[in-house]
Nanobody, 124 residues
């Protein structure tokens, strides 16, 4: 019953903003690093951002740095991905994932549990 559920995706114009949520249940949330990945049609899954367990260190892909912010609400067992200044190339299915390792990784294989994904489409 360990689950991650993403929400908050949708259609937004270039330059707009979205806040994605990743709600966790069935495990001790604070022990896990939580990463966000995205996959566009015909493309490989890529890491976007991650927040570590323990000290909550944050990491961002170069392509989104300065436009995206990750945060954790331990009380709600939820991680948020605030996305601003969105570009058409941000269009993808966004997934959150959890690793039982406290440390973040840009490699999807290091993550043990995955959500179902939420579609983000940036288009005029």
């Amino acid at each position: 019953q360990l689950q991650l559920v993403e929400s908050g995706g949708g259609l937004v114009q270039p330059g707009g903003s979205l806040r994605l949520s990743c709600a966790a249940s069935g495990f001790t949330f604070g022990y896990y690093g939580i990463g966000w990945f995205r996959q566009a049609p015909g493309k490989e899954r890529e890491g976007v951002s991650c927040i570590s367990g323990g000290d909550g260190s944050t990491y961002y892909a170069d392509s989104v740095k300065g436009r995206i912010s990750i945060s954790r609400d331990g009380t709600k067992n939820t991680v948020y991905l605030q996305m601003n200044s969105l570009k058409p190339e941000d269009t993808a299915v966004y997934y959150c994932a959890a690793t039982s390792d406290y440390r973040c990784s840009r490699h999807a294989v290091r993550f043990d549990h995955w959500g179902q994904g939420t579609q983000v489409t940036v288009s005029s």
